[in-house]
């Protein structure tokens, strides 16, 4: 059932794409219309699971898991040998630095691939429409990150991004739980707060993947206008069990409106839909009309059910409220579905780049690498000599 | 008895400077240094599906996408399915155990034959359907209602409905970029002067070889690397590639369904979770009557490589059944074991008497050397080593680590010997040899020594010791490109080790003491 472009992919040289994220990990080998594997971003040491991109990690040890966990994609994962093979590394523009130079160190030293090259998700994303301009808005666990692309040029300078994801999504689950959900441990009852249970990130991420959807915006806008004595039409509750001797009683408050947190403004009057506001605002005339026309919404906290819907619905409200009706003169957006899943449509423009025999001339050569030892921060296609 | 090997306790340093267990070290006779899993690169040997063992070459493997074809696992459960058979026609279905190949079933259930006529008597020609089931969660391929296969092994893997679209836009941007590649050699060549004009067609890069002098400036140019990024693509003549249609917006984004998600009948035990989603990457059932049966992924057999002289160090046997090594170089064959066997009760002030064992796993007799990190400095020789030391020391090591007997103790170690050996002439022998002050025990090839701590504040949390061995390898040399007659003798050298012994925390009490050692 292989296609004839993937028995061509599938030689002893393809590229190895990877796209690291803090959750997940997307990898693969470039030219396949989907990645082998998407794993979740971990490894066991010594019997216990933990992140690879664990909080206030010294350098050492980040790079003793990455390695490991590099090593894991490699053999267990994609079965492939490193040596001699170029990679392919989906990231985006904010990388920090640190974890850039760890990756390049890490490939090219010690697995010693041929070349290395660091392709921006945002970037990857449209090749994946056949555009060449579009705006494109990555929902994923630690952030939401948003960057215009005109004319296959990513315009890094409009980037922007705000911590309303998935880890959002599970502080918010944690403290609406505390406030209205109900346990039954071993045969009593008590609210939340009493019985005193902490969820890990594992449970947490089930329940807003099970039980959680993003409420359609008219629901949205009547609970939070409610007052104490109207009725709201919940929706049902949910009998979670998290052990052998504890059911969780979700309310359907929480189901519903844990999500809300990507929508909700803050103080600052930010959410997931004023990222694109603001990032219309901010760019040039010209290409307002095509951007809004093509906005591209990936990454896995954007397959929430009723996710775009909303976003929609959000967008043609936000256009109307004073911050934006006299600075914007759009008022209808149209959005594009990316030929893959969601959760690594980025993955798949990375596929697409590292088919391509322009490769070469966009990654860190591995002698290059070994003689100056320099990770560009932006690839302008001339290594530095 | 969980501490009984407690192989976190003593620690080598590889030739890289971490320290690791013993177990977890290679050896390679050729640098005649330890290496660690980062010294070593991997290499994938062979690749076969881990149930039914099929053993494929690697084109092939990559092409099936590294997944068998016969074994599959349980969306649910990850568990290996077994294939049952039924009759169509029986009344009642008699089960016949099947697995996919034709090694053991589950539980050695024996075959039933079954007869075409059925209970009642009558002759209706049953065929025999197969069916996918798993016998941990008792999921099976009937709750999907996918048909019973007539055929054994035609489960279809499921297709990705992007795939089509996918390949067009491949296909256009690999056009692109192939013109962009050929516009960018062809503007570096044309800084070279030729004699001869180069026709401007772009199509083929043999017809602008007229004279043959590109030939080898074409063979050269592919191979050089930080090629410019030309931005411009106007320049071509004629533009073959067809253009491709852009995606379309999405003309109805559709709502959320309010009757799954906010009605009263909703039951979220029929929705996947994450990792059943994420097992079938293309098509992420949200719904459990939609996973399909996920055909096994392989594993692999690798073989290690020093990195330094890019010999092998371990390389296991092709076949995927069997579990012997071809070059089998671990460190625990070269290098004797220590453990820890007693210490006391820790006392921050005095010298604390520890007994550490010594077991020796190679097949000859060895001569083990041990020196105090103070000896070695003395010594002066080698300056790595005492660099290493003195680092070991200022940042690590928390106590002192001394030996009876001043100078020069060497042991004799026995060979390994099986645990039933009753020869004890040269186990005898050794035993007269030895100084009751250092050896306490000996038996064969295991021996146990008497070393003293001397904790270096009385501030310390854990007890980190070191001290140094010396031995004997016999290394392999590699071929000499010198045509002299010593590349046929083996080499060899005396290797120092540097140990590090983590006796614990300080208030961890005293083990217990073997009587023999009393």
């Known amino acids: 059932m292989t296609s004839f472009i993937d028995s061509l992919a599938a030689s002893e040289k393809t590229a190895v794409v990877i796209d690291i994220g803090h959750a997940y990990t997307k990898c693969g080998f470039a030219g396949n219309s989907s990645p082998r594997h998407i794993v979740p971003t971990t490894i066991s040491i010594r019997g216990e699971t933990k992140r690879v991109f664990e909080d206030n990690l010294d350098l050492a040890s980040l790079r003793e898991r990455l390695t490991e966990f590099i090593r894991l994609v490699y053999y267990k994962y994609n079965i492939a040998n490193c040596r001699e093979r170029r990679v392919v590394i989906v990231e985006s523009v904010i990388t920090p630095t640190r974890i850039r130079h760890l990756l390049a160190d890490i490939l090219l030293k010690q697995f010693e691939a041929s070349s290395l090259a660091f392709v921006s998700l945002h970037l990857g994303a449209t090749y994946t429409l056949g555009r060449s301009t579009a705006l494109v808005l990555d929902v994923g666990y630690v952030e939401a990150q948003i960057m215009p692309v005109a004319e296959g040029v990513p315009l890094a300078v409009q980037f922007d991004s705000l911590s309303c994801a998935g880890q959002a999504i599970h502080r918010q689950i944690e403290s609406l739980l505390t406030q209205h959900a109900s346990v039954t441990h071993q045969g009593r009852k008590k609210s939340f707060a009493e019985a005193n249970i902490k969820l890990s990130e594992d449970t947490l991420e089930d329940i807003k993947v099970r039980c959680c959807f993003v409420s359609p915006f008219t629901r949205a806008q009547s609970y939070s206008k409610l007052s104490s004595d109207a009725t709201f039409k919940e929706a049902a509750s949910i009998e979670y069990t998290l052990g052998p001797e504890t059911i969780i009683h979700i309310p359907g408050i929480v189901r519903e409106f844990a999500c809300e947190v990507l929508f909700e403004q803050d103080i600052d009057g930010k959410s997931v839909a004023t990222l694109i506001l603001d990032a219309l605002i901010q760019a040039s005339l010209d290409l307002r009309r095509q951007f809004a026309d093509n906005i591209l919404v990936i990454g896995g906290t954007a397959m929430l059910p009723g996710f775009l819907h909303r976003l929609n619905a959000e967008l043609k409200y936000l256009v109307n409220i004073p911050t934006y009706v006299n600075k914007l003169a759009i008022r209808e957006f149209h959005f594009h579905s990316p030929p893959a899943q969601l959760n690594y449509a980025a993955w798949l423009g990375g596929s697409m780049i590292g088919a391509l025999d322009t490769l070469e001339s966009q990654s860190i050569l591995r002698e290059k690498y070994l003689e100056n030892g320099i990770v560009p921060d932006w690839f302008t296609g001339e290594q530095a000599a | ?518």
């Open chain 2, 1 to 518: 008895m969980t501490t009984l090997l407690n192989l976190h306790r003593v620690k080598y340093q590889c030739s890289c400077g971490s320290f690791k267990s013993l177990c977890y070290l290679y050896f390679c006779r050729h640098c005649l240094k330890i290496k660690c899993k980062d010294c070593v690169i991997l290499e994938v040997d062979c690749r076969f599906c881990p149930s039914c063992y099929e053993h494929l070459q690697s084109h092939e493997a990559i092409t099936r996408k590294n997944r068998c074809q016969s074994c599959f696992s349980c969306p649910c459960c990850n568990h290996t399915l077994v294939t049952r058979a039924t009759n169509t026609s029986a009344a009642m279905p008699i089960s016949l155990n099947t697995t996919s190949d034709s090694g053991n079933a589950g539980g050695g259930d024996a075959d039933e034959s079954i007869s075409s006529t059925n209970v009642s008597g009558l002759q209706t020609p049953s065929k025999k359907v197969y069916y996918l089931a798993c016998s941990v969660c008792r999921w099976s391929t009937r709750d999907i209602r996918l048909a019973d296969q007539p055929t054994l092994n035609s489960w279809k893997a499921q297709d990705n409905i992007h795939e089509g679209r996918f390949n067009e836009l491949l296909q256009h941007y690999k056009q692109i970029a192939t013109r962009e590649k050929q516009e960018r050699d062809r503007k570096r060549y044309s800084t070279v002067k030729l004699r001869s004009a180069l026709p401007t067609t772009t199509t083929s890069r043999s017809s602008s070889d007229k004279y043959g002098l590109l030939a080898p400036v074409t063979r050269r140019g592919i191979r050089t690397s930080g090629i410019l990024k030309s931005p411009s693509v106007t320049e071509s003549p004629n533009s073959t590639n067809p253009t491709i249609k852009p995606s379309d917006p999405i003309t109805e984004i559709e709502p959320l369904d309010e009757n799954l998600f906010l009605s009263n009948t909703f039951d979220f035990n029929k929705l996947t979770t994450i990792t059943q989603r994420l097992n079938s990457v293309e098509i992420q059932p949200l719904t459990v009557d939609r996973l399909y049966p996920l055909a096994k992924h392989f594993t692999s057999k690798q073989s290690k490589r020093c990195k330094e002289c890019d010999h092998n160090v371990l390389k296991p046997e092709p076949s995927p059944k069997l579990i012997k090594f071809k070059l089998h170089q671990m460190a625990l064959f070269f290098i004797p074991e220590i453990r820890i066997w007693h210490h006391p009760a820790w006392s921050a002030t005095e010298s604390n008497p520890c007994v550490l064992s010594i077991v020796n796993q190679l097949d000859e007799q060895t001569i083990l050397k041990l020196y105090t990190l103070d000896e070695i400095r003395e010594e002066n020789i080698d300056k790595d080593l005492i660099d290493r030391i003195n680092q070991l020391d200022e940042y690590i090591l928390t106590s002192q680590l001394t030996l009876p007997i001043s100078k020069d103790r060497s042991i004799k170690l026995h060979p390994h010997v099986e645990p039933n050996e009753t020869d004890t002439k040269l186990d005898d022998e050794f035993r007269q040899s030895d100084s009751r002050e250092l050896v306490l025990y000996r038996k064969f090839a295991k021996i146990a020594i008497r070393c003293y701590i001397k904790l270096k504040s009385s501030s310390v949390k854990t007890i980190l010791g070191a001290f140094i061995i010396e031995h004997r390898v016999v290394g392999i040399s590699s071929i000499v490109s010198t045509p002299t007659a010593t590349s046929s003798n083996p080499v060899t050298r005396n290797v120092r080790h540097i140990i590090l012994i983590d006796f614990g925390p300080t208030d961890e009490p005293a083990l217990t003491l073997h009587s023999s050692l009393a």
